[in-house]
């Protein structure tokens, strides 16, 4: 199974659009939202083409490839407009063997770790920056911001697939990160 992640769209219209040419083009089979769908929030500058109800508009149009968990900007009124859910604070996955803990990274990250063990994942986003990192017991993975990168990064997002994680630029698709868990 292939997946995709993306993170901290905030509104963005020219990003979400992106980001599903580049589902399309990947073939993956879900696309996994890391929270802050339709909101850029009080710390973040607006960003390029802020459109929530064109962002709205394309993802319920994919809502049966969607998987998400809710951002510090996503909201119970988002959640009346959005056909998917998207208020679950975390997800679960097992990918060869560890589990894969998804969340977006206002609560669980790595200064508060969730309960997981040793060499297992966490997946999220927030930050804003691409990140792989072994230095705790657990593999951290960010894949940026396909709307607001933060730290001179570019708009990214990030593929699974056969024991791989792929960290790709938003808009050429070119390999910036890779990590393998096998």
Excluded: W
Excluded at 67 to 78: A, K, L
Excluded at 136 to 157: C, M, Q, R, W
């Amino acid at each position: 199974m292939k997946l995709m992640f993306a993170s901290d769209i905030h509104g963005s219209y020219p990003s979400a659009a992106q980001m599903l040419k580049r589902f399309d083009e990947e073939k993956a089979e879900r696309l996994i939202i890391l929270g802050d769908i339709l909101y850029h929030g009080p710390r973040n500058d607006l960003p390029a083409g802020y459109a929530p109800k064109e962002v709205i508009r394309l993802l319920n149009e994919r809502k049966d490839k969607l998987f998400c968990v809710r951002g510090n900007c996503d909201t119970e009124v988002d959640q009346m407009v959005l056909e998917f859910p998207i208020l679950a604070e975390y997800a679960l996955l097992y990918l060869e063997g560890r589990t894969v803990f998804v969340t977006h990274g206002h609560k669980y990250n790595t200064a508060n770790p969730p309960l997981i063990s040793k060499g297992d994942i966490l997946i999220h986003g927030h930050t804003h920056v691409q990140v792989v990192d072994e230095s705790n017991d657990f593999v951290y993975i960010n894949p940026g911001s396909v709307s607001i990168p933060k730290e001179n990064k570019d708009k990214s997002y990030m593929t699974y697939e056969d024991g791989v994680f792929k960290i790709k630029n938003l808009h050429d698709g070119t390999v910036e990160i890779e990590y393998s868990i096998k």
